[in-house]
């Protein structure tokens, strides 16, 4: 699928946010501030989802 800059720099933002969260929950493992935060990451990689979908959606460069 050939996609445009702007997805590409959506889709960046969104696993560059994803992938802190995930490190900073194994960096502190077993405490309530890890599972929170992994928690925030699958929230995020719904958001990033439905963000790029949506933009597929509307953008008629990727669609």
Partial sequence: MKTCRQFNTVRGEYEREIGYMLAHSQRYEGRPAAKSSAKQAASAK??????????????????
Avoid: K, T
């Fill in 46 to 63: 719904q958001r990033m989802a439905r963000a790029l979908s949506s933009h597929v959606g509307r953008c008629p460069e990727c669609g």
